[in-house]
């Protein structure tokens, strides 16, 4: 008989990649010690990302709240966050670790990184650099689950990009959203709408018309949001990122619970169930701008989306719900050098007091100011409680940079508030892991990598991340040219011949044409430098005829 400990790495295991750079199992994956059943009945599953998240955020939130988190029940374990390459991971890396399973280089969305060099990995196959491989969400999809998205960033950022897309930048948005959007996925939902649109992209293609000529209901507003019964859903709530929840009308922009929760009331109607990323963007913002202010109202907004998930969960009985940051950012402390010799002894009012006087983020405070700045004194009187503003910080609020505000007054409140930082960039700790799961079913616990989540997913819902990515990324040139096939690359699209045959495919689509005949493919054609990547559908259809 297996122990626990035995079936979580049978689990686990069961979503490693074959062949490649998987990294060892055995540091520290622990499982509960209770007898469970090895089959599965997780039907869904919700994983929610706080980005960014500091490790004392909850704490200051929990504070300020002046109540436990719906977090707080569901703490199991802790995930080592660091990337194939480097101590410290940007969030490209981490979100695709999170996606498929797999350590990433910074920048890398979806792929495989050049190398890979911190303690425990193993090296990149020659060849296989920049490779892309399967998430999570592609393997639901190709189970028959309906999938979804949601960001309060830009859905083309990394963390949303990781799970829906394929290329070494992160920055290249035209084809990280090409992509997203003939991706299949049912439910998407967040900002972004201007990179969508022919005016915001290089490419000059409108991907709105692109939407919704796709079927998806198409939703702009939370009003729009609540009444659609459609079961395709494509929500575009602002052209960039979405607003702190405390800046956020909630005529313009719904929450991150009220997208949440609409996303699942879609979702759950697939009887073959459901995979759902959501994640909390702006946590990461507010951490790399110093504003605690920003932290609390995005952490605070996190948790209730996470309450929507977990009371779907437990009235439910057939889904798991996993709660994650994919790294540390800040180093925010409750605490600075002002206190080394007072912090046993100061009232928990000198830490929390000055943040409850703040009705804004200092991304929304930015809009209260007139034209030329003559207001500040009176604005963070009104706002921000602070009465006592200097000369530097006056001069410094009227010099900051349009979309920085947070970065001038969120350190100016944390003065006040004896709040710690240590960086304006990631830091490399391990951080908490939540989870939720039915009665009887194994929790994933312990100490475990970023990459034990994807592969946590992939096990419980019964699929291999391995035969998912040969089925879906297949090198075009290798495997077309082994068949006798002529490769050629034309205006944004690769074209194939054998014979009288040919087929033309069309990049970052799920479209091909096959002898002037259209046919959907099972996943998007990836192209980038190094190579272009196909479903392995592609070359059998070729092969076929």
Do not use: C
Not at 505 to 514: G, I, M, S
């Amino acid at each position: 008989m297996f122990d626990a400990k035995q079936r979580m790495m049978r689990k686990l295991l069961v979503g490693v990649l074959a062949g490649s750079m998987i990294a060892s199992l055995s540091s520290g994956v622990t499982a509960e010690e209770t007898e469970t059943s090895e089959s599965s009945s997780i039907k869904n599953m919700i994983l929610l990302i706080p980005d960014g998240m500091p490790h004392d955020a909850t704490t200051l939130a929990r504070w300020y709240k002046g109540a436990s988190l719906n977090l707080d029940s569901m703490a199991s374990g802790l995930v080592r966050t660091y990337s194939a390459d480097a101590a410290i991971a940007d969030s490209a890396p981490a979100g695709t670790a999170f996606a498929t399973g797999h350590k990433s280089h910074t920048g890398y969305v979806g792929v495989l990184p050049d190398k890979a060099t911190m303690p425990g990995q193993q090296a990149i196959a020659p060849g296989d650099e920049r490779r892309p491989v399967a998430s999570v969400l592609e393997g639901a999809k190709l189970q028959g689950k309906s999938t979804g998205i949601i960001s309060t960033s830009e859905i083309m950022h990394a963390t949303p990009a990781a799970f829906t897309s394929h290329y070494p930048a992160r920055s290249n948005y035209d084809a990280l959203s090409m992509q997203q959007v003939y991706n299949g996925v049912d439910v998407v939902l967040g900002g972004g709408s201007s990179f969508l649109s022919s005016e915001g992209r290089k490419d000059g293609q409108n991907l709105i018309a692109s939407i919704k000529a796709l079927g998806y209901d198409y939703v702009t507003t939370p009003q729009q949001l609540q009444a659609s019964d459609s079961g395709k859903l494509w929500g575009m709530f602002s052209p960039a990122a979405l607003s702190y929840n405390m800046d956020r009308n909630p005529e313009e922009q719904p929450s991150l619970a009220e997208m949440t929760k609409k996303a699942i009331d879609v979702l759950s109607a697939d009887e073959d169930g459901f995979f759902l990323m959501v994640e909390g963007s702006k946590v990461d913002w507010a951490a790399h701008a110093n504003d605690p202010i920003g932290i609390i109202s995005d952490v605070l907004a996190f948790d209730d989306a996470v309450k929507v998930a977990k009371d779907f969960a437990q009235a439910d009985g057939e889904t798991a719900v996993i709660a994650v940051t994919d790294h540390h950012n800040g180093g925010l402390t409750i605490g600075n050098r002002e206190t080394t010799k007072t912090y046993d002894t100061d009232p928990l009012s000198k830490f929390i007091a000055p943040l409850k006087r703040a009705k804004l983020t200092g991304e929304g405070l930015a809009a209260k100011l007139n034209a030329d700045r003559t207001n500040i004194q009176q604005v963070m009187r009104e706002y921000y409680g602070i009465t006592d503003l200097t000369k530097e910080e006056i001069q410094a609020i009227r010099e900051a940079e349009l979309g920085r505000m947070n970065y001038v007054v969120g350190p100016m409140i944390s003065d006040r508030a004896y709040i710690g930082w240590t960086t304006g960039g990631h830091t490399g700790g391990d951080v908490v892991l939540y989870t939720y799961v039915p009665e009887g079913q194994q929790r994933l616990m312990g100490v475990v990598e970023n990459t034990d989540i994807a592969k946590y997913i992939a096990g419980e819902f019964g699929f291999d991340l391995g035969t998912t990515t040969q089925r879906l990324f297949v090198d075009a040139k290798q495997a077309f040219t082994a068949i006798g096939a002529t490769v050629s690359t034309e205006a944004d699209q690769l074209v194939v011949t054998l014979g009288n045959n040919k087929l033309v495919l069309p990049f970052h689509k799920n479209v091909a044409l096959h002898n002037g005949n259209k046919v959907m493919l099972e996943g998007v054609v990836v192209f980038n430098v190094e190579r272009t990547s196909v479903q392995q559908q592609a070359v059998d259809l070729l092969k076929a005829n």
